[in-house]
């Protein structure tokens, strides 16, 4: 299993550009999750997916959009990029979302908007 | 919402000593606590994790206490070693319905000095 996957891997971006961060997971987890990582700011969540069909804002949700695919894909949208938007995005995924549920993380997309 | 404070941010400690990195939180209802490794460049990885019907947790050299009623948890690295410099991130579930999500704590960037 490859479990948690993220493409691309590094990504660069003008201003105003737009772009879809794509997420696939092989573990048959219903939940899934993008997080963004900043310089001690730790992990944030933008939004997340409880089961496919659903989608919900999370702590920083401003400027970002989602699609569950299915129930193996989560995708995120940046429709016009702006520079605060540089960071690095996880994807994750858990098999159910309950509040005891463990999360697996993908290997990250490094995004530069310039 | 839930907060998590994290301390120290920067941890250095001689090969073979202990290491101790401490969370609070402030939401008396999550009820999962996991704690990330995640090495320069690479995704968090689930090292250990514990529930709240639980006071303490071991693997190995690693062991993760919670002191409830504080409402406080500890990660203990004993017999630390150079592979042991990473990032760590603990983090606690918040309680809504059934989705879990993770709030994370800012990380300590601990490094074994060899």
């Known amino acids: 299993n490859a479990g948690v996957t993220q493409t691309p891997k590094f990504q660069v971006l003008k201003t105003g550009q737009s772009m879809t961060l794509q997420c696939a997971q092989d573990m048959n987890h219903n939940s899934m999750y993008w997080y963004r990582q900043d310089p001690g700011m730790g992990l944030r969540l933008i939004y997340y997916s409880a089961s496919e069909g659903t989608t919900d804002k999370g702590e920083v949700p401003n400027g970002y959009n989602v699609s569950r695919l299915n129930k193996r894909e989560f995708s995120l949208r940046l429709e016009s990029a702006a520079p605060s938007q540089t960071s690095v995005y996880f994807c994750?995924?858990?098999?159910?979302?309950?509040?005891?549920?463990?999360?697996?993380f993908g290997p990250g997309t490094r995004l530069t908007v310039l | 919402g839930e907060n998590v404070e994290q301390h120290p941010s920067t941890l250095s400690v001689q090969e073979g000593d202990s290491a101790v990195i401490k969370c609070t939180y402030s939401?008396?209802?999550?009820?999962?606590f996991p704690w990330y490794k995640q090495e320069l460049g690479k995704r968090p990885q689930l090292i250990i994790d514990?529930?709240?019907?639980?006071g303490e947790k071991k693997d190995q050299r690693i062991a993760v206490t919670l002191n409830k009623t504080a409402k406080h948890f500890s990660l203990h690295i004993t017999e630390t070693q150079p592979e042991d410099s990473a990032v760590y991130f603990c983090a606690a579930s918040t309680v809504g319905g059934s989705q879990g999500n993770l709030i994370f704590g800012k990380g300590t960037k601990l490094s074994v000095k060899p």
């Open positions: 939401d008396s209802a999550s009820n999962y």
């Open positions: 514990i529930r709240s019907n639980v």
């Open positions: 994750a995924s858990s098999a159910q979302g309950g509040s005891s549920d463990t999360q697996y």
